[in-house]
């Protein structure tokens, strides 16, 4: 079977069902999802202006989101956030499964761990923020394509986090993934 290419369906399709085999080497990096409606254009001032400063203060820094399996029904992450690295407050239109396979992150008042997950319903706005050692995890959506909501509307709240991006951005380049599911790439 080690010939089998990324998302190669196996088996007799005429009589049974078919599964599918994806490898981690062929992680291709997320690029986003396709818009369909929550375009940054008619976003709330604020989002506007806090997005193009997270861009520019370089938004993967601290980050690295790679697709593992993608279909209709189903979408399968690998993430890894650095430590500290400051994820906005947000919602998507689709429901998400995290589970931690490595690091802690914070989630409001709980800190998750190793093995530790959560289960969040399209709609509802939430943020993370990664432990000392950064968090690895499994992403799992119910969908291949979702629209992302940001959430906070005061320029303090965009300005805390570029000002986060840029002073965390020379110590990020320093760390390691703490289990290293897959091969670090940026």
């Not at 906070?152 to 986060?164: F, H, N, R």
């Amino acid at each position: 079977m080690s010939d089998l290419q990324q998302g190669e369906r196996v088996g007799d399709e005429t009589s049974s069902p078919a599964f599918t085999i994806y490898r981690g080497k062929d992680a291709a990096l997320y690029l986003g999802s396709r818009r369909r409606g929550a375009a940054e254009e008619n976003a709330h001032p604020a989002i506007q202006r806090g997005l193009k400063m997270m861009y520019e203060t370089g938004a993967s820094g601290g980050a690295s989101v790679r697709v593992l399996f993608d279909s209709p029904e189903l979408h399968l992450s690998y993430v890894w956030f650095k430590s500290g690295f400051p994820l906005p407050l947000h919602s998507h239109d689709v429901d998400c499964l995290y589970q931690i396979i490595a690091g802690s992150m914070r989630v409001g008042t709980e800190e998750l761990g190793k093995g530790d997950g959560m289960f969040i319903p399209s709609g509802v706005p939430y943020t993370v923020t990664p432990g000392p050692d950064g968090v690895e995890f499994l992403e799992i959506r119910t969908r291949d394509d979702y629209d992302t909501h940001y959430r906070a509307k005061t320029d303090a709240y965009w300005d805390k986090i570029a000002a986060t991006r840029t002073e965390r951005a020379p110590i990020w380049t320093q760390e390691h993934a703490p289990y290293g599911l897959l091969d670090e790439q940026q």
